[in-house]
């Protein structure tokens, strides 16, 4: 069936820290896929999206590219900042009926000044 | 950017109460909303698709007469949690997807923190 599987948290790193969240995908057809972040008490955001193979999402220092070929699109930041603290979400929308979008279970970061 | 708007933010009631939710798109039209229950430290679970002018679409193991969903215009859903019970506690979040095509990304509303006592 059609799921995603990111990295188990908390993920613990100090400020300007180079981080990595892998997340993987198993999907029929062409999905789009997603991250989101969510704050403390707060709904998800949308942080980048791609929509095709090889494209190459990005905002506000995070990147991640839609790679086919490993069913992959984890989630990069070259120096993380105590503020980007949160919960990330790997997703993936189906071209199918209905575009339900499929949730991987969250990595929780903690940054530390 | 497309803004959806939820509301209330918390709800704390006895048990028995019944609970409405709304979720408003504030600046687009959504012909779909989606509702979700997420538990602590847990990831998205989808409850049902809400389409505008039509029934609800549940997933499988959603009571559908215990949460009520209606998508009665274009920018507004609402949520019921009926005869609620401490075990219907959860942060339920509400998104929608401007425009009906897959690459569009969803926009999710604040949550709404529900305790039943």
């Known amino acids: 069936g059609n799921s995603v599987t990111q990295m188990e948290g908390p993920v613990t790193l100090s400020e300007e820290a180079f981080l990595t969240i892998n997340c993987t995908y198993t999907?029929?057809?062409?999905?789009?896929l997603f991250w989101y972040v969510q704050y403390p008490g707060e709904g998800l955001q949308l942080l980048l999206k791609?929509?095709?193979?090889?494209d190459k999402g990005s905002n506000k220092g995070f990147e991640a590219t839609y790679r086919k070929e490993t069913t992959s699109f984890h989630l990069e930041k070259g120096s993380v900042q105590v503020s980007d603290s949160a919960v990330y979400f790997c997703?993936?929308?189906?071209?199918?009926?209905?575009?339900?979008?499929?949730f991987g279970a969250g990595t929780r970061l903690f940054v530390k000044a | 950017g497309a803004v959806v708007s939820q509301h209330p933010s918390r709800v704390i009631c006895k048990s028995g109460t019944s609970v409405k939710i709304e979720c408003r798109s504030l600046?687009?039209?959504?012909?779909?909303m989606f509702w979700y229950r997420q538990f602590p430290k847990k990831s998205l679970m989808l409850m049902a698709t809400?389409?505008?002018?039509?029934?609800?679409?549940?997933e499988q193991g959603v009571e559908k007469d215990k949460f009520l969903i209606n998508h009665a215009s274009l920018t507004l859903s609402t949520l019921t949690v009926t005869s609620a019970h401490p075990e219907d506690s959860s942060f339920y979040i509400c998104?929608?997807?401007?425009?009906?095509?897959?690459?569009?990304?969803?926009?999710f509303g604040d949550g709404t923190r529900l305790s039943i006592l």
């Open positions: 998104s929608a997807r401007e425009g009906g095509f897959v690459n569009q990304p969803q926009h």
């Open positions: 999907a029929t057809g062409y999905p789009s």
């Open positions: 791609a929509t095709k193979a090889d």
């Open positions: 997703a993936l929308t189906l071209n199918t009926g209905g575009f339900k979008t499929i």
């Open positions: 600046d687009f039209q959504a012909t779909t």
């Open positions: 809400s389409n505008e002018g039509s029934k609800a679409t549940y």
